[in-house]
C-alpha cells in the first residue's frame, strides 16, 4: 500500500516541543565545569562538593512533567552559604533592585516561602510562580544548551538547578545554583509583563536556526540575565537574575568600570559574553513591556523561520499556523 502523499518534506519544519510533556525528552544536561567547560572554578575541584553536587543532580534527573519536584534537605554548610548571600543581597535591593523584584520578594516572604534561615525548596516556589504568572519551576542537573534551555520559557517552564554554589566564593559562581536560580529569577518571574518577554524568548527560540540560538541567548543574556531598567523617579534598576544574586555583578553594574547601553536587540544579539567572568557592558531597558514590543519587532524582523507559531495558553500548546 503506498504511503499517504505529504504536502510539504517532513524534514521543513524541525522538530521542537510543542508542549510541556515534549520538554521530558531533552532535559538533559550536557555541559558540566571541570569537563567540558573550561574552568579553573574552585568547586569543580573539590571532590566531596562535587560528590554532593552529584547526588543532587541524580534526585534532579529522575523528574519528569507534573511530577512533584523533589524535595532537597540541605547540609548546615549549604544553608550557611545561602544565608550570607540571602542577607547580603537583601541590604542591596533597596538601593538596587526594581520594584517588581522588591514586590514579589516581600510577598515571598511574607508567606514564608523565603527566609534566612533555609535555602527554599523549588516545589514551593513553583507553585507561588504558577498562581502569580502561570510559570512553573522545572529541577535540572546542570547545564543545558541554549536551545533546550530558552525553549522551555515557550511554555513558561523555567530549569532550575537544585544543587549550591560552593562556599569559597558565595558572592559570585560563574554557573547557575539554587541560590542564583531563587533570589535572581523566581521574584522576577512573579512580574505578568517580565514573564511575557520571557515567553517571548522562548517562542522566538522554537524551531530557531542554530544562527539565530546564538543570537537570542546574546538577548537573554543581556535582559533575563544581566538587565537594567529605568525607573521614574528611582534612576536605574536591576532586573536580571545575575545582578540579583551576585554581590560582585551588581556592584560591577552600578560602577563607573562597566558600560551601560540603552537596550537594543540588534546590538544585544551580536554582543558575545564570557559565562565564567562578570560583564563589562549591561542594557537598559525603558520597562518590561517596551523590550517586549522591542523584542517581538526584532524577532519578525531578524529570526529567519519559514513558519509563524500561536501559543495556546489554555491548553499550554504551540501550534505552527503558517508556513510562509
Ligand atoms: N554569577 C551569578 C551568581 O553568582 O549568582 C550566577 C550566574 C548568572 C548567569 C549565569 S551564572
Ligand atoms: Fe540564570
Redesign the pocket.
Known amino acids: 500500500m503506498m504511503s499517504a502523499t505529504k504536502t510539504h518534506p517532513p524534514s521543513a519544519i524541525p522538530w521542537f516541543p510543542r508542549c510541556t510533556a515534549d520538554l521530558d525528552s531533552h532535559s538533559v544536561a550536557v555541559l558540566q565545569f571541570g569537563e567540558e567547560l573550561e574552568s579553573d572554578y574552585v568547586g569543580a575541584n573539590d571532590p566531596e562538593y562535587r560528590r554532593r553536587r552529584n547526588e543532587i543532580a541524580k534526585i534532579a534527573s529522575m523528574y519528569r512533567t507534573g511530577q512533584t519536584i523533589p524535595y532537597i534537605e540541605y547540609n548546615d554548610n549549604e544553608r550557611a552559604t545561602w544565608k550570607a ?1 540571602f542577607c547580603r543581597m537583601k541590604g542591596m535591593h533597596e538601593d538596587y533592585a526594581c520594584t517588581e523584584y522588591q514586590d514579589a520578594f516581600k510577598v515571598l516572604e511574607e508567606e514564608g516561602l523565603f527566609t534566612a534561615d533555609d535555602v527554599p525548596q523549588l516545589e514551593d516556589v513553583s507553585n507561588f510562580l504558577r498562581s502569580r504568572s502561570g510559570f512553573s519551576l522545572r529541577p535540572v542537573t546542570g547545564l543545558l544548551t541554549s536551545r533546550d534551555f530558552m525553549n522551555s520559557l515557550a511554555f513558561r517552564v523555567f530549569y532550575c538547578t537544585q544543587y549550591i ?1 560552593h562556599h569559597s ?1 558565595v ?7 539554587v ?2 536560580e531563587l ?2 529569577h523566581a521574584p522576577m518571574f512573579a512580574d505578568p509583563d517580565f514573564a511575557q518577554l520571557a515567553q517571548e524568548i522562548g517562542l522566538a527560540s522554537l524551531g530557531a536556526s542554530d544562527e539565530d540560538i546564538v543570537k537570542l541567548g546574546n538577548i537573554f ?1 543581556y535582559t533575563i ?2 538587565g537594567l531598567c529605568k525607573e521614574s523617579g528611582k534612576g536605574i534598576r536591576a532586573y536580571g ?2 545582578l ?3 554581590y ?2 551588581l556592584e560591577n553594574a552600578f560602577s563607573d568600570r562597566s558600560e551601560k547601553r540603552p537596550f537594543d536587540p540588534l546590538d544585544a544579539a551580536t554582543l558575545e559574553h564570557s ?1 565564567v567572568d ?1 560583564n563589562t557592558t549591561y542594557y537598559v531597558a525603558e520597562s518590561f513591556a517596551c523590550a517586549t514590543n522591542q523584542l517581538s519587532d526584532y524577532v519578525q524582523q531578524h529570526n529567519n523561520r519559514d513558519f509563524k507559531l500561536a501559543y495556546d495558553a489554555k491548553t499550554g500548546t504551540v501550534n505552527v499556523v503558517d508556513k510562509q
Do not use: M, V, Y
Request: aromatic share 16%; with cysteine.
Open positions: 548571600l554554589r566564593n558572592f559570585f559562581t560563574p554557573e547557575p545554583d541560590c542564583h533570589l535572581g543574556w540575565e544581566f537574575a545575575g540579583l544574586s551576585s560582585t555583578e559565562i562578570i
